[in-house]
């Protein structure tokens, strides 16, 4: 028998043999988790990712997040130094659902496929979104709501006064059980399609025809959503968990 002084992180064994892609994106995922290396994320047309983790090595701390596939790193507000918590992987944010939110400069026509983990409980009763976006009198919204139990992905535009709704709901289990559940919503070519813990739920169309100008969008926001058709843009926090937050540049497939 030998022994050896070593520190041994992320073991896993699979009952098939993986596909040199698949290796790679394991690398991506895990052995790369803590680096700020965007060609090695950017070749896997992964645009943005933030894990929450809390390292110090690469400069974050409760209120900066990096961004490790790019430039889009978060600033939380009104944090008070309990938000990070034990998450699906590493670390997560824990939302007070009063006024906690974390800022981006992701805008939204860079967003082809938007991943995240959640985990929620019967009182997070507000809506959460990620995508919050307008230019004054045109409006869009993009966020995830509840209907019940179910998750809810809500899009609303309004461009020259021609409006535009995408909705699409996963009605197949309670969400809202705090247990730690992963949500994929994909866009391709006017088509959205919602996935959830890894099964497609439902596709609807869209024609947000100012998806194609970055100067309409404000960023990415995590942890709250600006409703401007409901509320004319007051803030609705969440008290949900989030964790694991990734964009792609490319509509993924469903394997």
């Given at each position: 028998t030998w022994f050896k002084e070593a520190s041994i992180d992320e073991v896993k064994i699979l009952n098939k043999t993986l596909t040199a892609a698949e290796v790679k994106a394991e690398y991506l995922t895990n052995s790369n988790k803590y680096t700020k290396s965007a060609t090695e994320y950017k070749g896997n047309d992964l645009i943005f990712q933030m894990n929450f983790d809390n390292i110090s090595s690469i400069g974050e701390n409760n209120t900066h997040f990096e961004d490790l596939a790019g430039?889009?790193?978060?600033?939380?507000?009104?944090?008070?130094?309990?938000?990070?918590?034990?998450?699906k992987y590493g670390k997560a944010i824990k939302f007070d659902g009063t006024d906690d939110y974390i800022d981006t400069t992701l805008r939204m026509p860079e967003v082809s496929t938007l991943s995240y983990w959640l985990n929620c409980s019967?009182?997070?009763?507000?809506?959460?979104?990620?995508?919050?976006?307008?230019?004054?009198?045109?409006?869009?919204?993009?966020?995830?709501?509840?209907?019940?139990?179910?998750i809810s992905m809500w899009?609303?535009?309004?461009?020259?006064?021609?409006?535009?709704?995408?909705?699409?709901?996963?009605t197949d289990k309670n969400y809202l059980d705090s247990q730690w559940h992963q949500v994929v919503v994909m866009f391709d070519s006017g088509t959205a399609y919602l996935y959830?813990?890894?099964?497609?739920?439902?596709t609807d169309t869209y024609g947000f025809g100012a998806w194609d100008s970055a100067s309409y969008f404000e960023g990415l926001e995590i942890g709250r959503?600006?409703?401007?058709?409901?509320n004319s843009g007051s803030p609705n926090p969440t008290s949900c968990s989030i964790d694991e937050v990734r964009v792609w540049n490319k509509t993924l497939t469903a394997n």
């Open positions: 430039d889009h790193d978060g600033t939380g507000t009104n944090f008070d130094n309990d938000e990070i918590i034990e998450g019967a009182a997070d009763t507000y809506p959460m979104g990620f995508g919050v976006w307008n230019d004054g009198s045109n409006h869009f919204t993009l966020n995830q709501e509840w209907s019940g139990n179910s899009g609303y535009s309004l461009v020259g006064g021609s409006r535009q709704d995408l909705i699409i709901q996963a959830t813990d890894g099964e497609y739920r439902g959503s600006k409703n401007y058709y409901y």
